[in-house]
């Protein structure tokens, strides 16, 4: 069964740092791209990031340009998001995805969610 | 950037209606579209991609089309466990934008 499991959410205050990370098992890891998505509570839907199977590729929304870094362990089957200077605007449920590589599928699974509270 | 004008933001319907929710694309995407459920407090789940290739164990009763830059979810015979948020996304380019969402509620 696929599982893709975030964690490291929590309350960080503006200018500050987190780190999320995505755990995943059921599948084999280091074939697929993964996406990060986010969604203010009760808003809509935004990409923030991707990366490719092997990590050489990253592309990131020009919100968090500079500000985010997402990496891969192929080893530990984890995907990660590194967040930095983080401003109010980031308060959001971050969401992990996976991406079938050569196929026409954007993403097929996603992930629960971890909440990321940006507030003085 | 190609904006995505989802609609209806909101709708009511009964159980067994079928449901039409359209996606206006601001230039040509080709067929890199895709829709997604989302339910209170969960994860979205994906449904369709490629306009209108149903996901693996998506039930039948969804379906999606495409003419020109609009594209088209209909469920085809509402049930209770639909009644949810659903967003389009197109993905030709980066970064994919999604739509606003439309709710679908019991009426």
């Known amino acids: 069964e696929v599982q893709l499991v975030e964690s490291g959410g929590g309350l960080v205050q503006p200018g500050g740092s987190l780190r999320l990370s995505c755990a995943a098992s059921?599948?084999?890891?280091?074939?697929?791209?993964m996406h990060w998505v986010r969604q203010v509570p009760g808003k809509g839907l935004v990409w923030v990031s991707r990366?490719?199977?092997?990590?050489?590729?990253?592309t990131y929304v020009d919100s968090v340009k500079g500000r985010f870094t997402i990496s891969r362990d192929n080893a530990k089957n984890t995907l990660s998001l590194q967040m930095n200077s983080l401003r109010a605007e980031d308060t959001a449920i971050y969401y992990c995805?996976?991406?079938?590589?050569?196929?026409?599928?954007?993403?097929?699974?996603w992930g629960q969610g971890t909440l990321v509270t940006v507030s003085s | 950037d190609i904006q995505m004008t989802q609609s209806p933001s909101s709708l009511s319907a009964s159980v067994g209606d079928r449901v039409t929710i359209t996606c206006r694309a601001s230039?040509?995407?080709?067929?890199?579209l895709a829709w997604f459920q989302q339910k209170p407090g969960k994860a979205p789940k994906s449904l369709i991609y490629?306009?209108?290739s149903l996901q693996s164990g998506v039930p039948s009763r969804f379906s999606g089309s495409r003419s020109g830059t609009d594209f088209t979810l209909t469920i085809g015979s509402l049930q209770p466990e639909d009644f949810a948020t659903y967003y389009c996304?197109?993905?030709?380019?980066?970064?994919?934008?999604f739509g606003g969402g439309t709710k679908v509620e019991i009426k």
């Open positions: 995805a996976r991406a079938p590589v050569g196929t026409l599928v954007f993403v097929d699974y």
């Open positions: 059921g599948f084999t890891f280091s074939d697929y791209w």
């Open positions: 990366i490719n199977s092997d990590g050489s590729t990253t």
């Open positions: 230039r040509d995407i080709s067929n890199y």
């Open positions: 490629a306009a209108s």
């Open positions: 996304l197109r993905y030709n380019s980066f970064p994919p934008t």
